[in-house]
């Protein structure tokens, strides 16, 4: 694992990941269109699954939470996608995660009718993470081993101080990114609950900072390009130190 640093600001990082879209893989395009949005609340899309140029799944009019694609939401080797779909335009507690087979067309509730926060598949392996009102951690399914667990709770059996995580390309594997100064970052069998391989990035985290990492996965190059930024609350409850820096990893020796 290696890591430079990128001399940029927010502007140029938002151009940067524009090629590295969750909607998008080799196999598979996720087109979405805006159907509404709850007051003071995300918005909801519909969407239609596009392969090599040929349409072949469409929601039709169920609608689906922009909160999907906050990561990976498609798992090109499985084909499947996985979704947050709405019941309800105004109550947003009528929501359900939903895997689509791709070959089939075929959708499938995951969960029972609650507020769901994130969802995304993992990608180096046929599994899926979520994020619900009622729990803090997320809750993950391994589709292979048929088998649910907790993210956290897996992390924290290995790892000191995590604090964020995203998928990666590099089997059974998801990055994890620690509060240590040293070997905080570190590639994770998720799995197997073993670390695989770690680095260290000087991200100068502050004592009592609120820290928050963006990553990006560059799936065919196994690189992440991440945004890193780190703040303190001074006593008139302003921001009194603020740190943001940019990296890219090759998760590849």
């Known amino acids: 694992m290696r890591h430079e640093k990128l001399d940029i600001n927010d502007n140029q990082f938002a151009e940067l990941i524009k090629s590295f879209s969750v909607y998008k893989t080799d196999l598979y395009e996720v087109q979405t269109s805006r159907a509404g949005e709850i007051r003071f609340g995300p918005e909801y899309k519909f969407i239609k699954v596009y392969s090599k140029g040929v349409e072949i799944w469409d929601g039709g009019q169920n609608i689906y939470g922009e909160e999907s694609f906050q990561h990976n939401v498609l798992g090109e080797a499985y084909d499947k996608l996985i979704l947050i779909k709405w019941f309800s335009e105004s109550n947003p507690y009528e929501q359900a995660v939903v895997e689509i087979n791709l ?46 667990f907790l993210l956290y709770e897996r992390i924290n ?41 770690f680095h260290t990035i000087d991200f100068e985290v502050s004592e009592r900072g609120t820290l928050n990492i963006s990553s990006h996965l560059d799936k065919r190059n196994s690189e992440l390009t991440i945004r890193y930024h780190d703040h303190e609350w001074g006593n008139d409850n302003k921001i009194a130190n603020s740190n943001t820096k940019y990296f890219k990893i090759s998760l590849n020796k």
């Open 157 to 197: 059996e290995k790892i000191k101080n995590a604090f964020s995580w995203t998928v990666t390309s590099i089997k059974d594997c998801i990055l994890v990114y620690s509060r240590q100064t040293t070997d905080n970052v570190l590639l994770f069998n998720i799995r197997k609950k073993e670390i695989i391989d």
């Open 103 to 148: 070959a089939t067309g075929k959708e499938t509730k995951l969960d029972i009718n609650q507020r769901y926060w994130e969802a995304g598949h993992f990608n180096s392996f046929d599994g899926m993470f979520y994020k619900k009102s009622d729990i803090k951690d997320y809750l993950c399914k391994d589709f292979a081993a048929k088998s649910d």
